[in-house]
C-alpha cells in the first residue's frame, strides 16, 4: 500500500511549508493524481487521516484533483483524452502519439491562515 507513504509525504510537505510562515497554520492542502499514477482515492484518504490524527495537521482538508490520460498525436498536433485504450487520433485516426497527461502526483497548493490571538489572559476594558 504506496498511499501511506504517499500520505505521509503530503504531511512532511504541509508542515514544511507551514513552517516558512510562523503565525499560520494549514488548512487545506490540494494534490494532482494522474490516472495512470494507480492510486486509490479511499486509501489515501484514510492514510492521510489516520496520520494526520491529534498532530497539529488533524484538521487540513485533503482537496485532490484526478487528471485523466491525455494523448498528443505526432502528425496533427491533436490533443486528446484516452478513453477505453484507445490510442488513435480522433482527428486522423493515426497511433503515432505520445503520453502527455496523467501520471501527474504532485502537490498543487497549500492554504494556510493567520493564527487569531488568543483573548486568554487579556484584561477587559469595561
Do not use: W
Amino acid at each position: 500500500m504506496h498511499e501511506m507513504g504517499i500520505a505521509n509525504s503530503i504531511l512532511e510537505a504541509v508542515q514544511k511549508e507551514a513552517n516558512r510562515y510562523p503565525g499560520t497554520r494549514a488548512t487545506k492542502v490540494g494534490i494532482r493524481i494522474g490516472e495512470l499514477a494507480a492510486i486509490d482515492e479511499d486509501a489515501l484518504r484514510f492514510c492521510f487521516e489516520v496520520l494526520a490524527r491529534d498532530t497539529t495537521l488533524e484538521a487540513l482538508q485533503l482537496e485532490i484533483e484526478f487528471c485523466p490520460r491525455k494523448h498528443r498525436c505526432d502528425d496533427c498536433d491533436c490533443t486528446f483524452i484516452v478513453r477505453d485504450y484507445d490510442f488513435r487520433c480522433p482527428t486522423c485516426q493515426k497511433i503515432t502519439v505520445q503520453c502527455i497527461s496523467g501520471d501527474e502526483l504532485e502537490l498543487a497548493f497549500v492554504e494556510v491562515e493567520e493564527d487569531e490571538p488568543s483573548a486568554v489572559g487579556t484584561k477587559s476594558s469595561q
